[in-house]
């Protein structure tokens, strides 16, 4: 007799969740972020500056990752329908760990993006599509991250 259920870290379905979760995510981000950016003109992707009153692409990508790591790191650790670790403390710690890790990415991505490149002024669909990308690669990577650390044996 044979099981018909499926194992969640199995290599496969890791990467066709992660991309699924990626890609929805990239589409729903990018469409919030082009109602929100509608109207607006050009914009910068990074200023030189810690304490700017602009707003930059990359400034806003910081706090998309950051909230949306902590978000579907949540829901991905509750809906998760595997014997997993459980929420308080572990998943709790999970939540604080991606975000903090997504933080810490994003900002790290920018500093260089200003460093090497500069202030560079793009137009409203550029930024939504950077935002985009940002929002389908923090979702794809949370995906993976959450599954494999909500299931993974005590030590």
Do not use: C, Y
Not at 56 to 80: D, E, Q
Not at 92 to 97: A, E, N, P, R
Not at 101 to 126: D, H, S, Y
């Amino acid at each position: 007799m044979t099981s018909t259920t499926h194992d969640p870290t199995e290599t496969a379905t890791l990467l066709k969740g992660a991309a699924m979760t990626g890609l929805a995510n990239a589409v729903i981000n990018g469409a919030i972020q082009a109602v929100l950016m509608a109207g607006h003109g050009p914009v910068a992707l990074s200023a030189d500056t810690v304490g700017t009153t602009e707003h930059t692409v990359l400034g806003t990508a910081v706090l998309l990752a950051t909230m949306l790591a902590m978000i579907l790191t949540a829901i991905g650790h509750v809906t998760l329908k595997a014997p997993k670790r459980p929420f308080l403390p572990d998943g709790l710690w999970l939540v604080v760990k991606h975000g903090l890790f997504a933080f810490g990415a994003v900002v790290a991505a920018a500093v260089l993006w200003q460093r090497f490149a500069g202030t560079i002024v793009v137009g409203v669909p550029m930024a939504v599509a950077i935002l985009a990308a940002v929002a389908g690669i923090v979702a794809a990577a949370v995906h993976s991250m959450t599954i494999l650390a909500a299931t993974a044996p005590r030590r």
